[in-house]
């Protein structure tokens, strides 16, 4: 189940993270520009979706954050326990645990952006 | 002879969250740790909150008044404490892992501290943890700030 070395597993782990600090950043900011009771209106948050470069930065978002967090609980359950059955599993479960949330995000970043907006 | 990929780690969630043995450092170990896991759940959660947008407006608003109430509220503002310090505090792995920071290996003279552990690592974990209070009493006031 060895794709890759947990060396460069940990590399993609630490890049995730620096990359998901700084477009998670731009996204609070995005909150606060304005009123944040008004900066969750519907209205504007599906303006925010009609944006293309806010879109994909939210798309960003769901893929540096999914990688890094189930990675993070991989790496977490790997450390309870160790047998060749249970990293296995764990990595299996985890890498389709991800897939599942990203592809759920991303479903919703598309119809958002489809959406009608007066 | 027992198989060494096999192995069990006999202490488990117990050896995990045991402080006492390791000192500050077991308390950052964890707490990263934890704050990792709630985060993760949140971020599982923020995703199936905000898919209601795609049902449209309504659906949008029976969510917001769901979530945007004073428990809602004190849940984000332990989201902006837990994402603060698992932040800041992971720059400091980063580093650590790195070899930054840990001063060099030394003779072991009791009583046995380890050099790697020192006031750079230790100020590095209350840097965190002010740095994650500080984030949320901002956040409380954008959030029960009344705008």
Known sequence: MAMLKESQIMKIHYVTAIGALIVVAVHIMMRIIMPYSMSLEYGNVIANYHNIPYAILLESILVLIAIHGFNGLRVILLELRQSKAWEDGVTILTIVAMMAVVAYGTRTILVAQGLGFE | ?147
């Open chain 2, 1 to 147: 002879m027992e198989n060494a990929v096999d192995r069990g780690n006999r202490e488990g969630l117990v050896g995990w969250l045991n402080p006492a043995r390791y000192g500050w450092e077991r308390f950052s170990y964890w707490l990263q740790r934890l704050t990792g896991v709630g985060l993760l759940a949140y971020f599982v959660g923020h995703i199936y909150e905000t898919s209601s947008l795609t049902q449209g407006p309504d659906a949008w608003a029976a969510m917001l008044e769901l979530t945007q109430t004073p428990m809602g509220h004190l849940i984000l503002l332990l989201v902006i404490g837990m994402s603060t310090f698992h932040s800041v505090n992971g720059i400091r792995l980063i580093f650590a892992h790195g070899g930054k920071g840990l001063g060099k290996p030394g003779r072991p003279d009791y009583p046995y501290d380890a050099v790697s552990l020192n006031y750079k690592q230790k100020s590095g974990i209350w840097v965190a943890l002010i740095l994650a209070a500080v984030a949320m009493l901002y956040g409380a006031s954008v959030l029960f700030g009344g705008e």
